[in-house]
């Protein structure tokens, strides 16, 4: 088994050995079932469409909570130059604490699937859209994951950490709606940096390429970042 495997594993038996993962997936499943049934009800309309348009706000607070410590922790313990005293390398890490951030992102995104449930039981439930927005979710929750263990690795405090996630996909956030505001010239360039602009065509059940390639290209230079961010200790 590779280490970003073995590193992912310990770290997934971490979350669930610690009250954190209940916490926080507990929250985000109550949290995001309140604000899903109480638009459901309010516009009468069995669709999942309220769900992906909270999604990408609940993203900005529950992933940075999930890897706030994922590096922090272990620079401050000082546990993190034990790790890499064993023969794996830093991009093995970086690799292995996004795998179990991702998992438990997808656990947490595995209990939403009662709402598709809910719908599909109240009227008909259209499968494009909603088979896309999952797939946008995963997509989205990545990026946003690579960004959370990017900002972990700046730093040896775990608050820091979450501050400095929650700025960044939050200024990503916010482009999508300043677009209208920049001129002309700047409005293209602005509009595909914007994080949930690239969902939002997703969750229309519409796959393209670009968006692909834009969650894709997101989680690896945040990964990158992270990765040099550890190598820059040997410098020091």
Same mark, same amino acid.
């Given at each position: 088994?590779?280490? #970003?495997?073995?590193?992912?594993?310990?770290?997934?038996?971490?979350? @669930? %050995?610690?009250?954190?993962?209940?916490?926080?997936?507990?929250?985000?499943?109550?949290?995001?079932?309140?604000? @899903?049934?109480t638009?459901?009800?309010?516009?009468?309309?069995?669709?999942?469409r309220?769900?992906?348009n909270?999604?990408?706000?609940?993203?900005?607070?529950?992933?940075?909570?999930?890897?706030?410590?994922?590096?922090?922790?272990?620079?401050?313990? /000082?546990?993190?130059?034990?790790?890499?005293?064993?023969p794996?390398?830093?991009?093995?890490?970086?690799?292995?604490?996004?795998?179990?951030?991702m998992?438990?992102?997808?656990t #947490?995104?595995?209990?939403?699937?009662? @709402? =598709?449930i809910?719908?599909?039981?109240?009227?008909?439930?259209?499968?494009?859209?909603?088979?896309?927005g999952?797939?946008?979710?995963?997509?989205? /929750?990545?990026?946003?994951?690579?960004?959370?263990v990017?900002?972990?690795?700046?730093?040896? %405090?775990s608050?820091?950490?979450?501050i400095?996630? @929650? =700025?960044?996909?939050?200024?990503?956030?916010l482009? /999508?709606? &300043?677009?209208?505001?920049?001129?002309?010239?700047?409005?293209?360039?602005?509009?595909? &940096?914007?994080?949930?602009?690239?969902?939002? %065509?997703?969750?229309?059940?519409?796959?393209d390429?670009?968006?692909?390639?834009?969650?894709?290209?997101?989680?690896?230079?945040?990964?990158?970042?992270?990765t040099?961010?550890?190598?820059?200790?040997?410098?020091r």
């Open positions: 088994m590779s280490p #970003a495997l073995v590193i992912s594993r310990r770290e997934i038996r971490t979350y @669930f %050995n610690s009250p954190v993962a209940y916490i926080v997936v507990t929250v985000f499943t109550i949290l995001t079932g309140y604000l @899903f049934f638009q459901l009800f309010l516009e009468k309309q069995a669709d999942l309220p769900f992906f909270i999604m990408p706000l609940l993203f900005m607070f529950m992933v940075p909570a999930i890897t706030m410590r994922l590096l922090a922790d272990e620079k401050a313990s /000082g546990t993190l130059e034990l790790l890499i005293t064993l794996v390398r830093d991009w093995e890490v970086v690799v292995g604490k996004f795998l179990a951030a998992a438990l992102v997808c #947490a995104l595995g209990l939403t699937l009662i @709402f =598709a809910t719908v599909r039981s109240l009227g008909p439930l259209d499968r494009g859209p909603a088979i896309g999952y797939l946008g979710l995963v997509l989205m /929750g990545g990026a946003y994951v690579a960004i959370g990017m900002a972990s690795s700046f730093t040896r %405090n608050i820091v950490s979450f400095v996630a @929650f =700025a960044i996909s939050f200024g990503l956030y482009l /999508g709606r &300043l677009t209208q505001f920049l001129p002309q010239a700047w409005q293209g360039l602005v509009a595909f &940096l914007s994080i949930d602009g690239h969902f939002e %065509n997703i969750g229309r059940g519409v796959i390429t670009r968006d692909v390639i834009y969650y894709f290209s997101m989680i690896g230079v945040s990964l990158l970042v992270a040099l961010s550890l190598e820059s200790r040997r410098w």
